[in-house]
């Protein structure tokens, strides 16, 4: 996509598709991900993003901290997508609120399987035996803005607790035997200690920090459509390490507890905050298990000197250097046991190789889970190996897949082991088994074909959360509940804001005062946004009321499951589908019934819901589905109702709809037909059905899904015309394209169209030569519409269930509301009023000719019945004159009015289309005044009538083209150029007050395009559409290239046009153009 136009369109698509302003990298993100390139700024001549933006106009371009941001100005025609876009929820987590009594039945009754359904089969078995509720994440979770993976090393433990009952318990012992005086110490620490030597470090990183939660504070209105799954995926993916400290251990804590993979305590805690380097000292000691420092100063000649040693490891003295006084002569030897500690050399001692120094170093990172300070690995290698490490070893760490670097707390440098990746052997033999596991195992679906559940959450049909109910699974959740609350409430270990880590699980004290097991998903000042794995909905807590969540409280699975009402997916694109789920299932006791499982990724079940407390089952998603189709019932009554004008047609013909209903037919379409949801779209139908209410669905050239009905029958080209139910629109398609909604979705299919054909009252005189006001006033308008009584001079007979209304709009600065009605029919007026003296003359010419013809008739035509015969067949089979044809060479206006394919279309003089549509006026008005009995008993060829067409309720010249049986008749619709079945009872003469339909020669023109053949033997159906969507309903320059006849009939003329787009700054001919795209070749050059 280079050509400008088209970038800033897809630009504006993207940036009014969210609510708010973007960053300029997230609008190219958010581009790349819709069109699938990044903005090719530097194709339209810009050197960077930025001035892209500043140049082309509708664009709002702002720098905010250093980073600039974007938003699109939304223009008369994107005005009511940027308003529906700004009354979308913030995305920044505001779930309902649900009351706490509703996370827990109130009563648990007896139960009984729903009546059998044919929905799906009765071997569940098969589909989710030995399935487990939880996707595996390959993605390392986020703590802040530091990256870690962390895996743990199996889960097979997680449910043969009773095979381990030995490892479990030496585990236990092994963990009590940890340094005990490194273990208090690290009860109360300060995560706020900073070093004197990371101090700007430390700063700018929160510096860093606040600038990247700006930004995504201003940008989390910034998600696209599709990540409300991809976020309900984020809830369910489970973290394999949380790598804080132990809680410490009271006497409440139950002995038969077995407390496996117990995280040194030593391993977490935080440098002092402090640049005393006696206080780092003696904290690096109390990491490395090491003797605390003995100090021994004494006052020379020169100063005070200073000598200590660690254990029988190290002995450092401060000479030559000496100090004023012995506090600084311990800081100055204190920095020499540090460097000492820290240093990679040790005197007598040999350096490890390479190769050597990394195997070692993966060994020695894998025994510490949680991690080690960079500071103290010389130490602990030396320790373990008897060698120094080389003076590059963090060097050679870079790219060891077995160890990640990373710079937390503070600043200093940590390294974490890389279990994710695949383990060496000697790794495997020597790493030890003393982590903590803090992922909760998976839940394990029972292998029954219904469930009785709790309904917890139910936001939309895609999100509902509910827990099983049995004896393994409520009954073990409550009992967890109980010993949760007995255990937090004496005992528990809150955790510091520092140390708090996204995805990772905890405990939380909400405001009903319980205590839940819950997922961090955002960390913001003193509060965290959790989502409680057993309820499915999230919360805010303050920073306080989290805790540790203990290794006994980690076995029961996470009890609320995700799923979504199988066959009322499409609900969830419109905001009453999820009012009409949060009333009614949220605190229920149902049975599940659950379905087929297609995509393995996917984290959501597909179930359907019974009630079966009462004696009839009751279907709920069938039930949800029946109250979402009564809510979309469109009717108009006198008190005045929001409204949207779907279209205006040529012949003033006003289709309104219920304010944002097709809009709700579509989102609900693109639910269905793209994403993670989309559905197979079922064969189009081999012949146009016979039904004429069966509905289908088709794409539009802009690229959306439409609901449609067939209007009338195939013609030579496979094509029909089509009414779009929830705008009146009428469009010409193939029959290949259309897809039956009633097997792709029955729920769209039952709801009510939202489109009605109105008329104006008294203003439907003056509908039908005001049509461009009309449009101006309606379209793409907020209108207001209330029923009004029918026009005693024009009845809506012909049409039954057309309703007469008043249309309001609001003008001006002060938004005054005015009637539409009242100002097409003044202006209406005022031009007829307007125009010129020798039109009114030329009109009172013609009606006195007319007389006069009608009184020559009277007083000298013939008595015999075959004599006035022989003269209505005379003046019928020659009705109209032929049409003014130019000649080869000439150019002249034309208008395309239908397209079957390049060799196949038919063309209309734009010179007399403004006479055309006068004609069409008065047909409507005048065709309605003559009786049925009036109709042609045995019409015949080539005889000129008018007709009424019933798919669009209006009139128009036909000509017939032959006859079918007595009471069908094939017709011609001489201004348009198609084809119809119609009864003879729906012709009508030629009205007399129509003078205009005896003499304007037909309008519609066959033609062909000049000088392009099909790639193959024929046309194929993408060359027809594409033709079609480049000149259908468009005007072009048609330079006459030949005048022959219609090989099919060749009574009538066939022109070969070189059709000439002139609207743009360079002349396009449409026959080069279908060769530059690879439609066609060109006739000259084969």
Not at 254 to 271: D, I, M, R
Not at 576 to 604: F, I, Q
Request: charged share 20%; net charge negative.
């Amino acid at each position: 996509m280079a050509d400008k136009e088209q970038v800033i369109q897809a630009l504006k698509a993207t940036l009014l598709s969210v609510k708010g302003a973007l960053t300029i990298k997230q609008c190219n993100r958010d581009y790349r991900e819709l069109q699938g390139e990044w903005i090719p700024y530097k194709k339209l001549g810009y050197a960077t993003l930025e001035q892209l933006f500043q140049d082309v106009s509708g664009f709002k371009i702002t720098q905010t901290n250093g980073e600039w941001v974007v938003d699109a100005i939304a223009s008369q025609d994107t005005q009511h997508i940027a308003s529906m876009v700004s009354k979308q929820k913030s995305t920044k987590k505001q779930m309902l609120k649900l009351n706490y009594a509703n996370r827990f039945p109130k009563k648990q009754g007896s139960w009984r399987k729903p009546a059998p359904t044919s929905n799906y089969s009765s071997n569940y078995n098969n589909q989710y035996s030995n399935q487990y509720y939880r996707v595996k994440s390959t993605t390392p979770f986020n703590n802040n803005s530091y990256n870690y993976k962390y895996n743990k090393h199996s889960t097979h433990q997680q449910y043969n607790r009773s095979n381990d009952s030995k490892s479990s318990s030496q585990s236990i012992k092994s963990a009590d035997q940890h340094d005990k005086s490194a273990l208090n110490a690290s009860k109360s620490y300060n995560s706020s200690q900073v070093l004197r030597e990371t101090n700007s470090l430390h700063n700018e990183q929160k510096h860093s920090i606040k600038i990247e939660k700006e930004t995504e504070g201003r940008g989390s209105g910034k998600i696209s459509a599709s990540q409300r799954l991809s976020n309900l995926r984020d809830k369910l993916n489970t973290v394999d390490l949380i790598p804080l400290q132990l809680p410490a251990h009271t006497d409440f804590l139950k002995t038969n507890v077995l407390v496996s993979h117990a995280v040194p305590a030593h391993a977490l805690e935080p440098p002092p905050d402090s640049t005393s380097s006696i206080e780092k000292l003696e904290w690096t000691c109390r990491k490395l298990g090491l003797p605390q420092p003995v100090y021994k100063t004494v006052l020379g000649q020169i100063g005070h000197l200073c000598s200590i040693k660690v254990g029988t490891t190290y002995s450092v003295n401060s000479y030559p250097a000496s100090a004023p006084s012995e506090e600084l002569a311990k800081e100055i030897t204190a920095v020499k046991v540090l460097a000492m500690i820290e240093s990679s050399e040790s005197g007598g001692l040999t350096t490890s190789s390479d190769a050597q120094a990394l195997v070692g170093l993966s060994a020695l990172v894998a025994e510490h889970e949680a991690g080690l300070w960079a500071n103290t690995v010389p130490h602990l290698y030396r320790e373990k190996y008897g060698e120094n490490l080389p003076n590059n070893w963090l060097q050679l760490i870079e790219n060891c897949p077995h160890i990640i670097k990373d710079r937390v707390v503070n600043g200093l440098l940590v390294l974490l082991p890389n279990n994710e990746e695949a383990k060496s052997p000697l790794i495997e033999v020597i790493a030890l088994d003393d982590t903590i596991d803090s992922d909760l195992p998976p839940l394990q679906f029972p292998e029954n074909d219904h469930w009785n559940v709790f309904i917890t959450v139910a936001n939309s049909t895609l999100e509902v959360w509910l827990r099983i109910i049995g004896p393994q699974y409520s009954g073990a959740f409550e009992l967890l509940l109980a010993d949760m609350v007995e255990y937090y409430q004496h005992s528990g270990t809150t955790v510091d804001k520092s140390m708090l880590i996204k995805n990772a699980w905890y405990v939380v004290n909400l405001d009903d005062g319980e205590w839940h097991r819950a997922k961090i998903l955002e960390i913001e000042n003193d509060t965290a946004t959790v989502f409680l794995g057993d309820h499915g909905d999230d919360d805010t807590v303050d920073i306080g009321k989290i805790k540790i969540l203990e290794p006994q409280f980690r076995k029961l699975p996470a009890q609320a499951i995700l799923c979504r009402l199988d066959g009322a997916e499409e609900l969830a694109a419109s905001e009453m589908g999820a009012v009409l789920v949060r009333r009614r299932l949220p605190g229920e006791v149902l049975v599940a019934e659950p379905g087929p499982r297609h995509d393995p990724a996917d984290p959501s079940v597909a179930v359907v819901l019974f009630d079966t407390s009462t004696p009839r089952d009751l279907d709920l998603n069938k039930e949800i589905v029946q109250d979402f189709c009564m809510s979309g019932a469109f009717q108009i009554t006198q008190k005045p109702c929001s409204v949207e004008v779907g279209c205006v047609t040529e012949e003033g013909r006003v289709w309104v709809s219920r304010a944002g209903g097709a809009e709700t037919v579509r989102a609900a379409l693109a639910l269905l037909t793209a994403g993670p949801y989309r559905r197979p779209l079922p064969a189009a139908p081999h012949a146009p059905p016979a039904l004429s209410k069966a509905l289908y669905i088709v794409r539009t050239l802009a690229g959306d899904w439409v609901r449609c009905m067939v209007i009338s029958g195939l013609d030579g080209e496979g094509t029909v015309r089509t009414q779009l139910i929830d705008s009146g629109l009428i469009l010409r398609a193939p029959l290949s394209s259309l897809v039956p909604l009633n097997t792709f979705s029955p729920a769209l299919n039952e709801y009510p169209p939202q489109a009605q054909q109105v008329r104006l009252g008294s203003a439907e005189r003056a509908a039908s030569s005001m049509v461009p006001r009309l449009r101006e006033l309606l379209l793409d308008a907020c209108v207001l519409c209330r029923a009004v009584p029918a026009s005693p001079t024009h009845t809506s007979a012909l049409t039954p269930g057309v309703m007469h209304v008043e249309l309001f709009v609001r003008t001006g600065p002060r938004n005054i509301l005015a009637s539409v009605n009242n100002s097409i029919l003044m202006e209406y007026e005022e031009l007829q009023l307007a125009k010129p003296k020798e039109e009114e003359k030329e009109n009172d010419t013609t009606k006195h000719l007319e007389a006069l013809h009608k009184k020559k008739e009277r007083i000298f035509r013939t008595t015999s019945v075959g004599a006035e015969e022989r003269i209505v067949v005379s003046d019928k089979s020659n009705p109209l004159p032929p049409p003014a044809l130019p000649e080869p060479g000439q150019c002249f206006d034309v208008y395309v009015a239908m397209v079957a394919n390049p060799w196949n279309f038919v063309v209309q003089p734009n010179c007399t289309r403004h006479t055309l549509q006068t004609m069409m006026s008065t047909l409507q008005v005048e065709c309605p005044k003559i009786p049925e009995s009036e109709a042609p008993v045995k019409p015949v060829s080539g005889e000129l009538y008018t007709a009424y067409y019933d798919k669009d309720h209006s009139w128009y010249r036909v000509t017939i083209a032959g006859s079918v049986s007595d009471e069908m008749v094939s017709v011609y619709f001489c201004d348009y150029g198609d084809l119809a079945l119609l009864e003879t009872a729906a012709l009508r003469p030629v009205p007399a007050a129509a003078p205009l339909a005896r003499s304007l020669p037909p309008q519609a023109i066959k033609a062909k395009l000049y000088d392009v053949k099909p790639l193959h033997q024929d046309w194929t159906v993408e060359d027809c559409i594409r033709f079609q969507t480049l000149c259908v309903e468009q005007q072009f320059v048609g330079d006459c290239k030949e005048v022959g006849k219609d090989p099919l009939n060749p009574t009538e003329p066939l022109l070969t046009l070189n059709l000439i787009d002139t609207s743009t700054e360079e002349d396009v001919y449409l026959n080069k153009q279908l060769v530059a795209e690879g439609m066609a070749r060109l006739a000259s050059a084969s």
